[in-house]
Protein backbone atom coordinates (compact mmCIF):
# COMPACT_ATOMS: atom_id res chain seq x y z
CA UNK A 1 0.00 0.00 0.00
CA UNK A 2 0.82 2.89 -0.64
CA UNK A 3 -0.47 6.69 -1.24
CA UNK A 4 -0.22 10.33 -0.78
CA UNK A 5 -2.25 13.02 1.67
CA UNK A 6 -1.60 16.73 0.16
CA UNK A 7 -2.36 19.40 2.67
CA UNK A 8 -3.75 22.62 2.31
CA UNK A 9 0.13 24.47 1.94
CA UNK A 10 0.44 22.11 -1.01
CA UNK A 11 3.28 19.78 0.50
CA UNK A 12 2.42 16.32 -0.14
CA UNK A 13 3.48 13.49 2.94
CA UNK A 14 3.85 9.64 1.41
CA UNK A 15 2.53 6.77 3.60
CA UNK A 16 2.73 3.32 3.61
CA UNK A 17 -0.23 2.23 5.44
CA UNK A 18 -3.39 3.59 6.81
CA UNK A 19 -3.74 6.05 9.32
CA UNK A 20 -6.65 8.35 10.90
CA UNK A 21 -7.04 12.22 10.78
CA UNK A 22 -6.28 12.16 14.50
CA UNK A 23 -2.78 10.14 13.84
CA UNK A 24 -1.91 12.85 10.84
CA UNK A 25 -2.38 15.60 13.33
CA UNK A 26 -0.40 14.41 15.83
CA UNK A 27 1.97 13.51 13.08
CA UNK A 28 2.53 16.99 11.57
CA UNK A 29 2.50 18.84 14.93
CA UNK A 30 1.84 17.63 18.63
CA UNK A 31 0.14 20.98 19.09
CA UNK A 32 -1.95 19.95 16.06
CA UNK A 33 -3.03 16.84 17.39
CA UNK A 34 -4.29 18.30 20.22
CA UNK A 35 -6.04 21.01 18.89
CA UNK A 36 -7.70 18.88 16.13
CA UNK A 37 -11.47 18.20 16.47
CA UNK A 38 -12.19 16.98 12.97
CA UNK A 39 -10.49 16.74 9.12
CA UNK A 40 -11.81 18.23 5.83
CA UNK A 41 -11.23 15.06 3.32
CA UNK A 42 -11.91 16.15 -0.20
CA UNK A 43 -13.97 18.75 1.15
CA UNK A 44 -16.30 16.35 3.10
CA UNK A 45 -15.92 16.62 6.96
CA UNK A 46 -15.03 13.57 8.46
CA UNK A 47 -14.47 12.54 12.29
CA UNK A 48 -10.92 11.85 14.20
CA UNK A 49 -10.96 8.60 13.81
CA UNK A 50 -11.96 8.62 9.87
CA UNK A 51 -9.45 6.37 8.01
CA UNK A 52 -7.01 7.30 5.48
CA UNK A 53 -5.73 4.88 2.89
CA UNK A 54 -5.78 6.16 -0.44
CA UNK A 55 -4.86 9.84 -2.25
CA UNK A 56 -6.63 12.50 -0.68
CA UNK A 57 -6.57 16.56 -0.14
CA UNK A 58 -7.07 16.43 3.80
CA UNK A 59 -7.16 19.65 6.23
CA UNK A 60 -7.14 19.13 10.20
CA UNK A 61 -9.94 21.44 11.37
CA UNK A 62 -9.07 23.17 15.15
CA UNK A 63 -10.44 24.63 18.14
CA UNK A 64 -9.46 27.71 15.93
CA UNK A 65 -11.69 27.15 12.84
CA UNK A 66 -15.39 28.22 12.56
CA UNK A 67 -16.17 24.42 10.96
CA UNK A 68 -14.25 23.47 14.30
CA UNK A 69 -17.06 25.33 16.28
CA UNK A 70 -19.74 23.64 14.02
CA UNK A 71 -18.30 20.19 15.28
CA UNK A 72 -18.34 21.18 18.47
CA UNK A 73 -22.12 22.39 18.79
CA UNK A 74 -23.15 19.18 16.37
CA UNK A 75 -21.18 17.42 19.74
CA UNK A 76 -23.32 19.29 22.05
CA UNK A 77 -26.58 18.72 20.19
CA UNK A 78 -25.91 15.39 20.89
CA UNK A 79 -25.26 15.23 24.11
CA UNK A 80 -28.38 16.88 24.56
CA UNK A 81 -30.65 14.18 22.55
CA UNK A 82 -28.26 11.58 25.11
CA UNK A 83 -29.10 13.49 28.56
CA UNK A 84 -32.88 14.17 26.82
CA UNK A 85 -33.81 10.57 26.02
CA UNK A 86 -32.50 9.31 29.11
CA UNK A 87 -34.97 11.92 30.97
CA UNK A 88 -37.66 11.20 29.01
CA UNK A 89 -37.55 7.55 27.25
CA UNK A 90 -40.67 8.32 25.28
CA UNK A 91 -38.84 11.50 23.71
CA UNK A 92 -39.04 11.58 19.40
CA UNK A 93 -36.16 13.30 17.92
CA UNK A 94 -36.05 14.57 14.50
CA UNK A 95 -34.15 17.25 12.53
CA UNK A 96 -30.67 18.58 14.18
CA UNK A 97 -28.67 21.34 13.28
CA UNK A 98 -24.97 23.37 14.27
CA UNK A 99 -23.93 26.43 12.36
CA UNK A 100 -22.97 29.56 12.99
CA UNK A 101 -26.22 30.51 15.04
CA UNK A 102 -25.68 27.66 17.63
CA UNK A 103 -27.31 24.45 17.76
CA UNK A 104 -31.52 23.22 17.88
CA UNK A 105 -32.79 19.67 18.18
CA UNK A 106 -36.04 19.06 17.46
CA UNK A 107 -38.38 17.03 19.79
CA UNK A 108 -41.51 15.43 20.13
CA UNK A 109 -43.31 13.75 22.83
CA UNK A 110 -46.94 14.07 24.61
CA UNK A 111 -46.25 16.75 27.40
CA UNK A 112 -43.65 19.23 25.40
CA UNK A 113 -40.42 20.36 27.32
CA UNK A 114 -40.68 23.38 28.87
CA UNK A 115 -38.62 25.79 29.50
CA UNK A 116 -38.34 25.95 33.11
CA UNK A 117 -36.86 21.97 32.66
CA UNK A 118 -33.91 23.00 30.53
CA UNK A 119 -31.52 23.96 33.81
CA UNK A 120 -32.23 20.31 34.79
CA UNK A 121 -30.76 19.02 31.16
CA UNK A 122 -28.44 21.19 30.99
CA UNK A 123 -26.90 20.02 34.71
CA UNK A 124 -26.91 16.21 33.52
CA UNK A 125 -24.97 17.94 29.97
CA UNK A 126 -22.01 19.30 32.11
CA UNK A 127 -21.84 16.38 34.23
CA UNK A 128 -21.12 14.06 30.99
CA UNK A 129 -18.79 16.81 30.30
CA UNK A 130 -16.99 16.46 33.12
CA UNK A 131 -17.05 12.78 32.74
CA UNK A 132 -15.59 13.08 29.76
CA UNK A 133 -17.72 10.04 28.15
CA UNK A 134 -16.32 8.57 24.90
CA UNK A 135 -18.25 9.07 21.70
CA UNK A 136 -18.12 6.28 19.47
CA UNK A 137 -18.15 6.93 15.85
CA UNK A 138 -19.81 3.28 14.15
CA UNK A 139 -20.80 2.13 10.85
CA UNK A 140 -24.68 0.56 11.20
CA UNK A 141 -27.01 -1.37 8.96
CA UNK A 142 -29.67 0.93 7.66
CA UNK A 143 -32.22 -2.03 8.69
CA UNK A 144 -30.37 -2.19 11.88
CA UNK A 145 -31.38 1.55 12.39
CA UNK A 146 -34.76 0.88 11.14
CA UNK A 147 -36.03 -1.32 13.56
CA UNK A 148 -33.89 0.68 16.43
CA UNK A 149 -36.31 3.57 15.74
CA UNK A 150 -39.35 1.75 14.50
CA UNK A 151 -41.80 3.61 17.33
CA UNK A 152 -40.09 7.19 16.19
CA UNK A 153 -41.94 8.28 12.87
CA UNK A 154 -39.25 11.06 12.58
CA UNK A 155 -35.97 9.22 12.53
CA UNK A 156 -37.97 6.33 10.22
CA UNK A 157 -39.14 9.39 7.94
CA UNK A 158 -35.17 10.57 8.04
CA UNK A 159 -34.05 7.08 7.06
CA UNK A 160 -36.17 6.39 3.99
CA UNK A 161 -34.25 8.96 2.67
CA UNK A 162 -31.20 7.27 2.89
CA UNK A 163 -30.13 6.17 -0.11
CA UNK A 164 -27.31 3.41 1.31
CA UNK A 165 -27.34 0.25 3.11
CA UNK A 166 -24.88 1.74 5.86
CA UNK A 167 -25.24 4.89 7.72
CA UNK A 168 -22.85 6.81 9.85
CA UNK A 169 -23.64 6.71 13.34
CA UNK A 170 -22.72 8.29 16.59
CA UNK A 171 -22.88 6.10 20.32
CA UNK A 172 -22.64 7.80 23.96
CA UNK A 173 -23.24 4.47 26.22
CA UNK A 174 -26.48 3.16 24.69
CA UNK A 175 -27.86 6.13 23.05
CA UNK A 176 -27.74 5.94 19.42
CA UNK A 177 -28.09 8.62 16.47
CA UNK A 178 -27.40 9.52 12.80
CA UNK A 179 -27.18 12.31 10.86
CA UNK A 180 -23.98 14.28 11.87
CA UNK A 181 -21.09 14.67 9.72
CA UNK A 182 -18.51 14.60 12.50
CA UNK A 183 -18.78 14.71 16.16
CA UNK A 184 -15.87 14.95 18.51
CA UNK A 185 -14.18 11.89 19.93
CA UNK A 186 -15.41 12.53 23.68
CA UNK A 187 -17.45 15.04 25.82
CA UNK A 188 -14.43 16.52 27.32
CA UNK A 189 -14.38 19.88 25.35
CA UNK A 190 -18.19 20.40 25.74
CA UNK A 191 -17.75 22.83 28.97
CA UNK A 192 -19.07 26.33 27.68
CA UNK A 193 -22.40 25.85 26.14
CA UNK A 194 -25.98 26.94 27.13
CA UNK A 195 -29.47 25.41 26.43
CA UNK A 196 -31.61 28.94 25.10
CA UNK A 197 -34.92 28.64 24.57
CA UNK A 198 -37.59 26.56 23.00
CA UNK A 199 -40.15 27.05 20.10
CA UNK A 200 -42.54 25.45 17.78
CA UNK A 201 -41.48 23.51 14.35
CA UNK A 202 -43.46 22.10 11.98
CA UNK A 203 -41.61 18.81 10.98
CA UNK A 204 -39.65 19.85 7.70
CA UNK A 205 -41.01 22.84 7.72
CA UNK A 206 -44.86 22.19 6.29
CA UNK A 207 -47.59 23.30 8.15
CA UNK A 208 -49.53 20.07 6.86
CA UNK A 209 -46.85 18.19 9.08
CA UNK A 210 -47.16 17.89 12.98
CA UNK A 211 -45.42 20.45 15.48
CA UNK A 212 -42.60 19.90 16.62
CA UNK A 213 -41.33 21.39 19.49
CA UNK A 214 -37.45 22.84 18.94
CA UNK A 215 -34.76 23.01 21.55
CA UNK A 216 -32.15 25.97 21.14
CA UNK A 217 -29.13 25.81 22.57
CA UNK A 218 -25.12 27.28 21.83
CA UNK A 219 -22.12 26.09 22.68
CA UNK A 220 -18.01 27.34 22.74
CA UNK A 221 -14.84 26.41 23.29
CA UNK A 222 -13.77 29.33 25.32
CA UNK A 223 -15.93 30.64 28.13
CA UNK A 224 -15.39 34.21 27.25
CA UNK A 225 -16.87 33.67 24.00
CA UNK A 226 -20.08 32.58 25.14
CA UNK A 227 -20.63 35.15 27.90
CA UNK A 228 -19.93 37.88 24.97
CA UNK A 229 -22.44 35.67 23.18
CA UNK A 230 -25.05 35.61 25.82
CA UNK A 231 -24.82 39.25 25.96
CA UNK A 232 -25.38 39.81 22.43
CA UNK A 233 -28.53 37.52 22.97
CA UNK A 234 -29.83 39.00 25.34
CA UNK A 235 -29.61 42.71 23.43
CA UNK A 236 -31.34 40.87 20.55
CA UNK A 237 -34.40 39.72 22.57
CA UNK A 238 -34.79 43.15 24.09
CA UNK A 239 -34.65 44.41 20.50
CA UNK A 240 -36.50 41.70 18.64
CA UNK A 241 -39.56 43.75 17.34
CA UNK A 242 -41.90 40.75 17.86
CA UNK A 243 -41.31 40.74 21.26
CA UNK A 244 -41.94 45.09 20.95
CA UNK A 245 -44.62 44.34 19.30
CA UNK A 246 -46.24 42.69 21.68
CA UNK A 247 -45.28 44.64 24.76
CA UNK A 248 -46.17 48.03 23.01
CA UNK A 249 -49.36 46.48 21.11
CA UNK A 250 -48.37 47.25 17.64
CA UNK A 251 -49.33 43.89 15.73
CA UNK A 252 -49.73 40.38 16.37
CA UNK A 253 -50.12 37.02 14.29
CA UNK A 254 -51.56 34.38 15.04
CA UNK A 255 -51.14 30.94 13.28
CA UNK A 256 -54.58 30.10 13.56
CA UNK A 257 -56.21 32.50 11.57
CA UNK A 258 -53.63 32.49 9.17
CA UNK A 259 -49.22 32.09 9.34
CA UNK A 260 -47.80 35.35 7.69
CA UNK A 261 -50.48 37.15 8.16
CA UNK A 262 -49.53 40.14 10.49
CA UNK A 263 -52.61 41.99 12.37
CA UNK A 264 -51.90 45.38 12.38
CA UNK A 265 -53.19 47.06 16.17
CA UNK A 266 -54.15 50.94 16.16
CA UNK A 267 -50.86 51.83 17.60
CA UNK A 268 -48.28 49.59 14.59
CA UNK A 269 -51.29 50.82 12.13
CA UNK A 270 -50.58 54.14 13.14
CA UNK A 271 -46.66 53.96 12.85
CA UNK A 272 -47.65 52.36 9.49
CA UNK A 273 -49.92 55.08 8.29
CA UNK A 274 -47.41 57.93 9.31
CA UNK A 275 -44.41 55.84 7.20
CA UNK A 276 -46.80 55.46 4.11
CA UNK A 277 -47.96 59.38 3.93
CA UNK A 278 -44.30 60.06 4.53
CA UNK A 279 -43.21 58.10 1.45
CA UNK A 280 -46.05 58.85 -0.91
CA UNK A 281 -45.91 62.77 -0.11
CA UNK A 282 -41.97 62.49 -0.68
CA UNK A 283 -42.43 60.75 -3.66
CA UNK A 284 -45.54 62.91 -5.14
CA UNK A 285 -42.92 65.48 -4.62
CA UNK A 286 -40.11 63.64 -6.97
CA UNK A 287 -42.96 63.82 -9.51
CA UNK A 288 -44.05 60.30 -9.37
CA UNK A 289 -48.19 59.09 -10.35
CA UNK A 290 -49.39 57.28 -7.75
CA UNK A 291 -51.39 54.48 -8.43
CA UNK A 292 -53.70 51.80 -6.98
CA UNK A 293 -53.53 48.18 -9.12
CA UNK A 294 -55.25 45.03 -8.11
CA UNK A 295 -53.58 42.01 -6.32
CA UNK A 296 -54.99 39.77 -8.52
CA UNK A 297 -53.58 39.69 -12.62
CA UNK A 298 -54.25 37.14 -14.96
CA UNK A 299 -51.58 34.66 -15.23
CA UNK A 300 -50.72 35.10 -18.58
CA UNK A 301 -48.74 38.49 -17.75
CA UNK A 302 -46.65 36.53 -14.84
CA UNK A 303 -45.62 34.04 -17.85
CA UNK A 304 -44.70 36.78 -20.24
CA UNK A 305 -42.81 38.73 -17.12
CA UNK A 306 -40.77 35.24 -16.56
CA UNK A 307 -41.90 35.68 -12.80
CA UNK A 308 -43.88 32.43 -13.72
CA UNK A 309 -40.77 30.51 -14.62
CA UNK A 310 -38.37 31.98 -12.06
CA UNK A 311 -40.38 32.65 -8.97
CA UNK A 312 -43.30 30.10 -9.45
CA UNK A 313 -42.16 27.94 -6.13
CA UNK A 314 -42.77 31.54 -4.53
CA UNK A 315 -46.03 32.10 -5.75
CA UNK A 316 -49.08 31.39 -4.58
CA UNK A 317 -51.36 28.53 -6.34
CA UNK A 318 -53.39 29.57 -9.64
CA UNK A 319 -57.28 30.65 -9.47
CA UNK A 320 -59.26 28.50 -11.76
CA UNK A 321 -61.97 30.73 -12.48
CA UNK A 322 -63.97 28.35 -14.47
CA UNK A 323 -64.05 29.90 -17.76
CA UNK A 324 -60.62 29.59 -19.00
CA UNK A 325 -59.26 32.46 -17.03
CA UNK A 326 -56.43 31.77 -14.23
CA UNK A 327 -55.80 34.03 -11.72
CA UNK A 328 -52.48 34.79 -9.39
CA UNK A 329 -52.24 36.73 -6.10
CA UNK A 330 -49.39 39.07 -7.56
CA UNK A 331 -45.57 38.31 -5.96
CA UNK A 332 -44.37 41.83 -8.05
CA UNK A 333 -45.97 45.17 -8.64
CA UNK A 334 -43.97 45.38 -12.08
CA UNK A 335 -47.14 43.78 -14.49
CA UNK A 336 -49.35 45.99 -13.01
CA UNK A 337 -47.18 49.06 -13.85
CA UNK A 338 -46.59 48.31 -16.92
CA UNK A 339 -50.64 48.53 -17.67
CA UNK A 340 -50.70 51.83 -16.72
CA UNK A 341 -47.89 52.48 -19.27
CA UNK A 342 -49.44 50.32 -21.69
CA UNK A 343 -52.82 52.12 -21.42
CA UNK A 344 -52.35 55.31 -23.48
CA UNK A 345 -49.76 56.01 -26.63
CA UNK A 346 -46.62 57.37 -24.68
CA UNK A 347 -44.68 60.40 -26.70
CA UNK A 348 -41.34 61.12 -25.82
CA UNK A 349 -42.99 64.28 -24.31
CA UNK A 350 -44.14 61.98 -21.25
CA UNK A 351 -40.92 60.28 -20.04
CA UNK A 352 -39.64 59.67 -17.91
CA UNK A 353 -42.65 58.77 -16.55
CA UNK A 354 -42.57 57.85 -12.66
CA UNK A 355 -45.40 55.51 -11.42
CA UNK A 356 -45.29 54.54 -7.93
CA UNK A 357 -47.80 52.93 -5.23
CA UNK A 358 -48.25 51.34 -2.39
CA UNK A 359 -48.60 47.83 -3.51
CA UNK A 360 -50.00 44.62 -1.70
CA UNK A 361 -48.07 41.40 -2.87
CA UNK A 362 -48.28 37.72 -1.86
CA UNK A 363 -45.45 35.03 -1.15
CA UNK A 364 -45.94 31.89 -1.06
CA UNK A 365 -43.56 31.43 2.14
CA UNK A 366 -43.37 27.78 4.37
CA UNK A 367 -44.41 28.06 7.68
CA UNK A 368 -40.90 27.36 9.57
CA UNK A 369 -39.51 30.45 7.38
CA UNK A 370 -42.21 33.26 8.56
CA UNK A 371 -40.74 35.39 11.61
CA UNK A 372 -43.17 38.57 12.70
CA UNK A 373 -42.92 41.43 9.93
CA UNK A 374 -39.67 40.65 8.69
CA UNK A 375 -40.98 37.56 6.76
CA UNK A 376 -44.63 37.73 6.01
CA UNK A 377 -46.96 36.10 3.06
CA UNK A 378 -48.92 39.54 2.49
CA UNK A 379 -46.84 42.44 2.30
CA UNK A 380 -47.02 46.18 0.60
CA UNK A 381 -44.00 47.15 -0.98
CA UNK A 382 -43.23 50.74 -1.50
CA UNK A 383 -42.68 50.31 -5.44
CA UNK A 384 -41.87 52.19 -8.50
CA UNK A 385 -41.15 51.90 -11.76
CA UNK A 386 -40.19 54.57 -14.06
CA UNK A 387 -39.94 54.74 -18.24
CA UNK A 388 -37.31 56.48 -19.37
CA UNK A 389 -35.55 57.25 -22.55
CA UNK A 390 -31.83 55.58 -23.21
CA UNK A 391 -30.16 59.03 -22.41
CA UNK A 392 -32.14 59.34 -19.56
CA UNK A 393 -30.98 56.91 -17.69
CA UNK A 394 -28.13 58.03 -15.88
CA UNK A 395 -30.03 61.10 -14.83
CA UNK A 396 -32.75 59.24 -13.60
CA UNK A 397 -30.72 57.07 -11.53
CA UNK A 398 -29.49 59.93 -10.31
CA UNK A 399 -32.45 61.04 -9.04
CA UNK A 400 -33.58 58.02 -7.24
CA UNK A 401 -30.37 57.76 -5.29
CA UNK A 402 -30.42 61.17 -3.75
CA UNK A 403 -34.22 60.40 -3.12
CA UNK A 404 -33.30 57.16 -0.84
CA UNK A 405 -30.31 58.93 0.44
CA UNK A 406 -32.88 62.11 1.98
CA UNK A 407 -35.56 59.73 3.25
CA UNK A 408 -32.37 57.65 5.29
CA UNK A 409 -31.20 61.14 6.62
CA UNK A 410 -34.99 61.54 8.06
CA UNK A 411 -35.36 57.82 9.38
CA UNK A 412 -31.69 58.44 10.76
CA UNK A 413 -30.40 55.77 8.99
CA UNK A 414 -26.47 55.88 8.62
CA UNK A 415 -25.11 52.78 8.43
CA UNK A 416 -25.26 51.73 5.07
CA UNK A 417 -23.53 50.66 1.68
CA UNK A 418 -24.25 50.33 -2.22
CA UNK A 419 -23.54 46.81 -3.77
CA UNK A 420 -24.02 46.85 -7.51
CA UNK A 421 -25.29 43.51 -8.09
CA UNK A 422 -24.61 41.46 -11.80
CA UNK A 423 -25.28 38.95 -13.19
CA UNK A 424 -23.24 35.34 -12.49
CA UNK A 425 -21.30 35.40 -15.26
CA UNK A 426 -20.49 31.09 -15.07
CA UNK A 427 -24.00 30.39 -14.28
CA UNK A 428 -26.41 32.72 -16.88
CA UNK A 429 -29.30 30.24 -17.07
CA UNK A 430 -31.09 31.94 -14.37
CA UNK A 431 -31.17 35.26 -16.16
CA UNK A 432 -32.39 37.26 -19.46
CA UNK A 433 -30.36 35.44 -22.18
CA UNK A 434 -28.80 38.97 -23.93
CA UNK A 435 -25.50 38.76 -23.59
CA UNK A 436 -25.21 42.50 -24.95
CA UNK A 437 -27.78 43.54 -22.69
CA UNK A 438 -26.12 42.74 -19.70
CA UNK A 439 -23.13 44.57 -20.57
CA UNK A 440 -24.60 47.38 -21.66
CA UNK A 441 -26.55 47.51 -18.51
CA UNK A 442 -24.04 47.04 -15.57
CA UNK A 443 -21.77 49.63 -17.56
CA UNK A 444 -24.34 52.17 -17.12
CA UNK A 445 -24.72 51.65 -13.41
CA UNK A 446 -21.26 51.27 -13.03
CA UNK A 447 -20.50 54.22 -14.71
CA UNK A 448 -23.79 56.42 -12.96
CA UNK A 449 -21.86 55.43 -9.27
CA UNK A 450 -18.37 56.32 -10.96
CA UNK A 451 -19.73 59.45 -11.78
CA UNK A 452 -21.90 60.72 -8.55
CA UNK A 453 -17.87 59.67 -6.71
CA UNK A 454 -19.87 57.08 -4.43
CA UNK A 455 -18.15 54.07 -3.09
CA UNK A 456 -19.21 50.66 -3.93
CA UNK A 457 -18.88 47.09 -3.54
CA UNK A 458 -20.04 44.29 -6.51
CA UNK A 459 -21.39 41.13 -6.35
CA UNK A 460 -21.83 38.98 -9.09
CA UNK A 461 -24.69 36.69 -9.33
CA UNK A 462 -26.94 38.78 -7.04
CA UNK A 463 -28.70 40.63 -9.85
CA UNK A 464 -32.44 40.18 -10.44
CA UNK A 465 -33.28 37.46 -13.96
CA UNK A 466 -34.03 40.77 -15.69
CA UNK A 467 -31.27 43.26 -15.48
CA UNK A 468 -28.44 44.28 -12.70
CA UNK A 469 -29.30 46.56 -9.93
CA UNK A 470 -27.68 48.62 -7.45
CA UNK A 471 -29.08 47.32 -3.61
CA UNK A 472 -28.14 49.57 -0.58
CA UNK A 473 -26.87 47.54 1.92
CA UNK A 474 -28.36 48.53 5.74
CA UNK A 475 -27.38 46.66 9.04
CA UNK A 476 -29.90 46.12 11.02
CA UNK A 477 -29.88 47.03 15.35
CA UNK A 478 -28.99 43.01 15.31
CA UNK A 479 -25.60 43.59 13.20
CA UNK A 480 -27.05 41.39 9.95
CA UNK A 481 -26.32 42.70 6.35
CA UNK A 482 -29.98 43.43 4.81
CA UNK A 483 -31.22 44.95 1.65
CA UNK A 484 -33.06 48.09 2.69
CA UNK A 485 -33.52 49.87 -0.77
CA UNK A 486 -32.68 48.54 -4.43
CA UNK A 487 -32.52 50.42 -7.99
CA UNK A 488 -32.89 48.44 -10.94
CA UNK A 489 -32.07 48.67 -14.85
CA UNK A 490 -34.58 46.22 -16.91
CA UNK A 491 -34.61 46.20 -20.61
CA UNK A 492 -36.03 42.74 -20.63
CA UNK A 493 -39.71 43.69 -19.40
CA UNK A 494 -40.28 45.89 -21.90
CA UNK A 495 -39.52 43.89 -24.87
CA UNK A 496 -41.30 41.26 -24.00
CA UNK A 497 -44.68 43.57 -23.42
CA UNK A 498 -44.24 45.04 -26.14
CA UNK A 499 -43.51 48.75 -24.98
CA UNK A 500 -42.93 51.85 -27.40
CA UNK A 501 -43.11 55.60 -27.26
CA UNK A 502 -43.29 58.02 -30.19
CA UNK A 503 -39.64 59.48 -30.58
CA UNK A 504 -38.71 63.20 -31.40
CA UNK A 505 -38.49 61.26 -35.29
CA UNK A 506 -42.16 60.48 -35.00
CA UNK A 507 -40.86 56.80 -35.09
CA UNK A 508 -41.61 53.92 -32.05
CA UNK A 509 -38.84 53.89 -30.26
CA UNK A 510 -38.41 51.10 -26.82
CA UNK A 511 -38.13 52.45 -23.50
CA UNK A 512 -35.92 51.04 -20.19
CA UNK A 513 -37.28 50.73 -17.65
CA UNK A 514 -36.24 51.38 -13.86
CA UNK A 515 -37.69 49.68 -10.77
CA UNK A 516 -36.72 51.22 -7.58
CA UNK A 517 -38.19 50.11 -3.67
CA UNK A 518 -37.15 53.22 -1.24
CA UNK A 519 -37.84 51.40 1.84
CA UNK A 520 -39.16 48.11 0.95
CA UNK A 521 -41.80 46.50 2.16
CA UNK A 522 -43.79 48.14 4.89
CA UNK A 523 -44.00 45.05 7.34
CA UNK A 524 -39.99 44.63 7.20
CA UNK A 525 -39.20 48.34 7.18
CA UNK A 526 -41.28 48.80 10.47
CA UNK A 527 -39.84 45.56 11.87
CA UNK A 528 -36.37 47.27 10.64
CA UNK A 529 -37.36 50.72 12.54
CA UNK A 530 -38.50 49.16 15.89
CA UNK A 531 -35.75 46.92 16.27
CA UNK A 532 -33.58 50.42 15.92
CA UNK A 533 -35.54 52.20 18.11
CA UNK A 534 -36.06 49.65 20.32
CA UNK A 535 -39.35 50.76 20.45
CA UNK A 536 -38.58 54.08 21.60
CA UNK A 537 -39.78 55.63 18.45
CA UNK A 538 -39.05 59.33 17.68
CA UNK A 539 -41.19 61.88 18.22
CA UNK A 540 -42.79 61.94 14.55
CA UNK A 541 -43.26 58.33 14.72
CA UNK A 542 -44.06 57.78 17.57
CA UNK A 543 -47.44 55.89 17.98
CA UNK A 544 -48.85 58.16 20.88
CA UNK A 545 -46.60 61.29 20.92
CA UNK A 546 -48.19 62.48 24.36
CA UNK A 547 -49.48 60.82 27.39
CA UNK A 548 -51.50 63.23 29.65
CA UNK A 549 -52.09 62.32 33.33
CA UNK A 550 -54.82 64.53 35.31
CA UNK A 551 -53.69 64.33 39.59
CA UNK A 552 -57.23 64.08 40.06
CA UNK A 553 -59.62 62.96 37.27
CA UNK A 554 -62.66 64.83 39.06
CA UNK A 555 -60.90 68.13 39.63
CA UNK A 556 -58.26 68.21 36.27
CA UNK A 557 -59.98 66.17 34.11
CA UNK A 558 -61.76 69.16 32.19
CA UNK A 559 -58.46 70.54 31.83
CA UNK A 560 -56.85 67.35 30.52
CA UNK A 561 -59.61 67.50 27.65
CA UNK A 562 -58.87 70.86 26.97
CA UNK A 563 -55.31 70.25 26.26
CA UNK A 564 -55.33 67.15 24.55
CA UNK A 565 -58.00 68.88 22.03
CA UNK A 566 -55.46 71.88 21.91
CA UNK A 567 -52.81 69.08 20.76
CA UNK A 568 -55.56 67.05 18.15
CA UNK A 569 -56.77 70.52 16.52
CA UNK A 570 -52.51 70.69 15.88
CA UNK A 571 -52.54 67.42 14.76
CA UNK A 572 -50.36 66.03 17.75
CA UNK A 573 -51.42 62.25 18.85
CA UNK A 574 -52.34 62.72 22.46
CA UNK A 575 -54.24 60.46 24.96
CA UNK A 576 -55.78 60.95 28.83
CA UNK A 577 -54.65 57.88 31.46
CA UNK A 578 -58.03 58.62 32.80
CA UNK A 579 -57.48 54.67 34.75
CA UNK A 580 -58.49 54.39 38.08
CA UNK A 581 -54.76 53.92 39.07
CA UNK A 582 -52.39 56.03 41.33
CA UNK A 583 -50.39 58.41 39.40
CA UNK A 584 -46.67 56.87 40.04
CA UNK A 585 -47.98 54.01 38.25
CA UNK A 586 -49.36 55.86 35.29
CA UNK A 587 -46.19 57.79 34.82
CA UNK A 588 -44.28 54.43 35.08
CA UNK A 589 -46.33 52.90 32.71
CA UNK A 590 -46.27 56.09 30.24
CA UNK A 591 -42.46 55.45 30.45
CA UNK A 592 -42.91 51.36 29.76
CA UNK A 593 -44.97 52.56 26.59
CA UNK A 594 -42.24 54.46 25.82
CA UNK A 595 -44.40 57.87 24.88
CA UNK A 596 -42.01 60.42 24.03
CA UNK A 597 -43.59 63.23 26.19
CA UNK A 598 -45.93 62.63 29.50
CA UNK A 599 -47.58 65.53 30.96
CA UNK A 600 -48.77 65.75 34.27
CA UNK A 601 -51.81 68.06 34.93
CA UNK A 602 -52.64 69.41 38.57
CA UNK A 603 -53.67 72.47 40.12
CA UNK A 604 -50.96 74.55 39.22
CA UNK A 605 -50.87 73.95 35.74
CA UNK A 606 -54.84 74.58 35.51
CA UNK A 607 -54.13 77.63 36.98
CA UNK A 608 -51.25 78.76 34.86
CA UNK A 609 -52.52 77.26 31.59
CA UNK A 610 -49.38 75.19 31.72
CA UNK A 611 -48.40 71.53 31.80
CA UNK A 612 -45.33 69.99 33.64
CA UNK A 613 -43.43 68.10 31.24
CA UNK A 614 -41.26 64.77 31.42
CA UNK A 615 -39.22 63.53 28.32
CA UNK A 616 -38.64 59.73 27.59
CA UNK A 617 -36.14 58.42 29.40
CA UNK A 618 -35.62 60.96 31.89
CA UNK A 619 -36.83 61.75 35.07
CA UNK A 620 -36.43 65.48 34.88
CA UNK A 621 -39.98 67.34 35.61
CA UNK A 622 -40.06 70.61 34.03
CA UNK A 623 -42.93 72.97 34.13
CA UNK A 624 -43.91 75.41 31.21
CA UNK A 625 -46.86 77.02 29.08
CA UNK A 626 -49.04 75.09 26.92
CA UNK A 627 -47.97 77.10 24.16
CA UNK A 628 -44.21 77.05 24.93
CA UNK A 629 -44.83 72.76 24.86
CA UNK A 630 -46.57 73.00 22.21
CA UNK A 631 -43.93 75.10 20.04
CA UNK A 632 -41.36 72.44 21.60
CA UNK A 633 -42.99 69.35 20.02
CA UNK A 634 -43.95 70.92 16.69
CA UNK A 635 -40.29 71.86 16.12
CA UNK A 636 -39.64 68.00 17.67
CA UNK A 637 -41.92 66.67 14.90
CA UNK A 638 -40.97 69.28 11.78
CA UNK A 639 -37.10 68.21 12.06
CA UNK A 640 -38.34 64.13 12.00
CA UNK A 641 -36.64 64.28 16.10
CA UNK A 642 -33.22 65.33 14.94
CA UNK A 643 -31.60 66.91 17.45
CA UNK A 644 -29.70 69.44 15.56
Known amino acids: MSFSITLPDGSKKDFDKELTIAELAHGIATSLGKAAVAGKVDGQIKPL?????????????TDKDEEGLDVLRATAAFMFEA??????????????????GGFYVDTDKKDQIKVSELPKLEKAMQKMAKNGEKIEHVQM????????????PYKSDLLKKIDADTVDAYKLGDFVDFGFDALMPNTGKIKHFKLLSVAGAYWMGKSSNPMLQRIFGTAFFKAAALDEDLKRRAEIKERDHRTIGRDLDLFFVDPKVGAGLPYWMPKGA???RVVERYIIDREVADGYKHVYTPVLMNLDAYKTSGHWAHYRDDMFPPMDMGDGEMLELRPMNCPSHIQIYKHHIRSYRDLPLRVAELGMMHRYEKSGALSGLQRVREMTLNDGHTFVELDQIQEEFAKVLRLIMDVYKDFDITDYYFRLSYRDPKNTDKY??????????????????????????????EAAFYGPKLDIQTKTALGNDETMSTIQLDFMLPERFGLTYVGKDGEEHRP???????????????????????GAFPTWLAPVQVEIIPVNLDAHGEYAEKVRQELAKRGFRAEIDDRNEKMGYKIRESQTQKVPYTLVLGDEEMKSNGVNVRRYGTEEEISKSLDDFINEIDADVKSYSREN
Do not use: C
Not at 49 to 61: C, M, T
Open 512 to 534: VMIHRGIVGTMERFIAYLTEIYK
Open 432 to 461: FANDEMWERSQKMLKGAMDDLGLDYVEAEG
Open 83 to 100: VAKKEYPELHFGEHVADD
Open 49 to 61: DFVLNGDHEVAII
Open 141 to 152: AKSELEEMFKDD
Open 270 to 272: TIR
